[in-house]
């Protein structure tokens, strides 16, 4: 009996390191995999264009002659884009960002215990934002940080995982000066299409912390709509253009701003107090 019972502890211990092996050897080859990437990307930036004379005649060449200048800079990010990863766990993302038949990625996944893990560097473009708009830009990828938290988009997020994203976003901001309106959500540039962070997301939170803009509390007092403190000219499609929605789908771009900023009926239309933050809001990004 008790030889049975060391046997069984011995072969349990041999699986459980075998697992951890596995796994270990899974992110080796993909680290692995990644630094050739890298390598390729380097080597493009390295290369030195030919000139026509280097080259044959039929070939598309546009150079007459190379001078290279030391005046230049890499990307340098912009905004920040946070998602929920509407997967079951930080193992299943990973997983999914890593694969190359999905062509999809992110800079950082925060885990619900708060782990942060980075899978790419801040200067390469992370394939997270796809189409979407906000103000003009029309490249969201090229310009910004993608962060995924591990949430189903159906829950709360877990406090240890928004204390990690407070920290990983004051590192980001103070390193390359994002500007405070710039931190914004996927549902906010891609309406229709995202709703990701989902109303639950802490938004008032990170805005009190000075990532993104939230209305003033006044809003919530008694009686604040009836005084008449919305202008009676307000447009309010105009005032979700200039914050930086995409209004070409009015109700999609109603609805994304709620789920960033009223965060309950999402489904209706603006009213009341809806316009009033709105308004507010409005006045704070123009």
Same mark, same amino acid.
Request: proline share 4%.
């Given at each position: 009996?008790?030889?049975?019972?060391?046997?069984?502890?011995?072969?349990?211990?041999?699986?459980?390191?075998?697992?951890?092996?596995?796994?270990?050897?899974?992110?080796?080859?993909?680290?692995?995999?990644?630094?050739?990437?890298?390598?390729?990307?380097?080597?493009?930036?390295?290369?030195?264009?030919?000139?026509?004379?280097?080259?044959?005649?039929?070939?598309?060449?546009?150079?007459?002659?190379?001078?290279?200048?030391?005046?230049?800079?890499?990307?340098?990010?912009?905004?920040?884009?946070?998602?929920?990863?509407?997967?079951?766990?930080?193992?299943?993302?990973?997983?999914?960002?890593?694969?190359?038949?999905?062509?999809?990625?992110?800079?950082?996944?925060?885990?619900?215990?708060?782990?942060?893990?980075?899978? =790419?560097?801040?200067?390469?473009?992370?394939?997270?934002?796809?189409?979407?708009?906000?103000?003009?830009?029309?490249?969201? !990828?090229?310009?910004?940080?993608?962060?995924? =938290?591990?949430?189903?988009?159906? +829950?709360?997020?877990?406090?240890?995982?928004?204390?990690?994203?407070?920290?990983?976003?004051?590192?980001?901001?103070?390193?390359?000066?994002?500007?405070?309106? !710039?931190?914004?959500?996927?549902?906010?540039?891609?309406?229709?299409?995202?709703?990701?962070?989902?109303?639950? $997301?802490?938004?008032?939170?990170?805005?009190?912390?000075?990532?993104?803009?939230?209305?003033? +509390?006044?809003?919530?007092?008694? !009686?604040?709509?009836?005084?008449?403190?919305?202008?009676? !000219?307000?447009?309010?499609?105009?005032?979700?253009?200039?914050?930086?929605?995409?209004?070409?789908?009015?109700?999609?771009?109603?609805?994304? $701003?709620?789920?960033?900023?009223?965060?309950?009926?999402? +489904?209706?239309?603006?009213?009341?107090?809806?316009?009033?933050?709105?308004?507010?809001?409005?006045?704070?990004?123009?």
């Amino acid at each position: 009996m008790r030889f049975h019972k060391i046997f069984s502890a011995l072969v349990f211990a041999g699986i459980s390191i075998a697992l951890v092996s596995c796994s270990n050897d899974i992110f080796r080859k993909n680290n692995k995999a990644h630094k050739k990437a890298v390598k390729e990307v380097t080597r493009t930036l390295q290369e030195i264009p030919k000139t026509k004379s280097q080259t044959k005649p039929d070939t598309l060449s546009i150079t007459d002659e190379w001078v290279g200048t030391t005046n230049f800079s890499v990307r340098r990010p912009n905004f920040v884009i946070i998602h929920h990863t509407a997967q079951d766990s930080l193992a299943q993302t990973i997983k999914t960002f890593t694969l190359t038949r999905t062509q999809v990625s992110s800079h950082y996944v925060i885990g619900r215990d708060g782990e942060v893990v980075q899978m =790419l560097n801040d200067y390469l473009r992370s394939w997270h934002a796809g189409r979407g708009r906000w103000g003009n830009d029309t490249d969201l !990828n090229s310009a910004s940080i993608g962060i995924e =938290l591990d949430n189903n988009g159906f +829950e709360p997020f877990n406090e240890k995982q928004i204390e990690s994203l407070l920290l990983v976003l004051k590192r980001l901001k103070t390193k390359y000066g994002i500007p405070t309106a !710039n931190f914004i959500g996927h549902s906010d540039i891609a309406p229709g299409r995202k709703v990701d962070p989902s109303p639950y $997301f802490p938004w008032k939170r990170l805005a009190e912390a000075g990532y993104g803009f939230w209305y003033d +509390e006044v809003l919530d007092t008694p !009686n604040y709509l009836e005084a008449g403190n919305l202008p009676e !000219n307000f447009n309010s499609i105009d005032a979700l253009r200039i914050i930086g929605y995409d209004v070409s789908d009015t109700a999609a771009a109603v609805q994304s $701003f709620k789920i960033h900023f009223i965060q309950r009926d999402i +489904e209706q239309p603006l009213r009341g107090v809806d316009e009033l933050i709105l308004y507010n809001l409005y006045k704070k990004y123009r």
